[in-house]
């Protein structure tokens, strides 16, 4: 499973689901065992997932990709190897490091993981958090994935060792629903961040809500225009608890609405990004034209009173495509 982090008009991040793990780096906490779910079971899991998703996302297989993924993160797989495979790319093999979990402490049901990132052909340093959920057979898939800013990594270590706990356990109804808001208020620079709720964010504020103006103001100059509305947000099965604070996904669904002007209808033409994450190569045309996307977030909210939450990655892909 590759992913390309991307707002609508501008790629941010790459990240990757997977495992192999070596030794964690010097002073990375260590996750501790748990009875019910062990540090060897969680890294059995993540070695078999690295394998045969690694594969899949080399071949651009979708089949394969689902085998070893769900939605949110599957959504964002498929968009990848659409790209992928419309450039006639093959994406790099990949594998993690030095990994370090959050377990829970009965029978598990999910479980995150950080790691370091090795991918094929490149020396650049990367890391990832990942959520894997237990589905109904009996194996596990990997539900969210988001890749680590080089700034976040040392924050996001503190992941290791931390508990894994239902979401809606560890972080009450109010404090989601002012970081849904937020979020998705800085997605598109809809009003001034409350950097009391979520700190300030290049990643964020300065590149991917940059890219959502820059795509506005590139429609704009050929007579159209684009609303984005938010239908859905939601939560990771499971969050990382520990003394510092919890570490959660969040994951925004929205509609991007491009209409014409004049009496003209909206067109969208490859190389749009969202066209070629659907997998279409040719233009489309409509009265109005409706992009479905799904955006996930990695977010650490501290447990001190008054700490804002910090944006630590994120992922954007297209879902669909609707002609009105």
Request: glycine share 10%; charged share 15%; net charge neutral.
């Amino acid at each position: 499973m590759r992913k390309v982090a991307a707002g609508v008009a501008v790629a941010l991040s790459v990240g990757v689901a997977g495992c192999a793990n070596g030794d964690p780096p010097a002073g990375a906490p260590a996750a501790a065992a748990r009875p019910g779910f062990s540090v060897e079971a969680a890294d059995a899991v993540l070695s078999a997932f690295d394998q045969a998703d690694s594969a899949a996302s080399g071949a651009s297989d979708p089949a394969g990709l689902k085998a070893q993924e769900v939605p949110p993160s599957l959504d964002i797989s498929l968009a990848s190897a659409n790209r992928a495979r419309i450039a006639k790319r093959t994406p790099p093999a990949f594998r993690h490091t030095a990994a370090g979990f959050a377990l829970p402490a009965g029978d598990a049901s999910c479980f995150l993981v950080v790691a370091s990132l090795q991918v094929q052909g490149t020396e650049l340093p990367l890391s990832d958090i990942t959520q894997f959920v237990r589905q109904d057979s009996g194996g596990w898939k990997v539900s969210h994935n988001v890749g680590v800013g080089q700034s976040a990594v040392a924050q996001a270590r503190t992941l290791a060792g931390g508990a894994a706990v239902a979401t809606g356990t560890a972080l009450d109804e109010t404090r989601r629903k002012q970081l849904e808001t937020e979020v998705f208020s800085r997605t598109i620079s809809a009003a001034a961040p409350d950097v009391t709720v979520l700190a300030s964010s290049d990643l964020l504020d300065r590149q991917f809500a940059a890219g959502w103006d820059v795509y506005r103001q590139q429609l704009s100059g050929v007579g159209m225009r684009v609303e984005r509305t938010m239908t859905d947000a939601g939560w990771s099965q499971c969050a990382a608890r520990t003394d510092a604070g919890v570490f959660a996904f969040l994951t925004l669904r929205a509609t991007d609405t491009v209409v014409g002007g004049k009496g003209k209808p909206a067109t969208l033409a490859p190389p749009s990004p969202d066209l070629l994450g659907l997998g279409r190569t040719e233009p489309v045309s409509a009265p109005s034209i409706a992009v479905s996307r799904v955006q996930v977030f990695a977010l650490f909210v501290p447990a001190a009173a008054g700490k804002p939450a910090t944006l630590l990655g994120l992922n954007d892909a297209p879902t669909a495509l609707d002609l009105g």
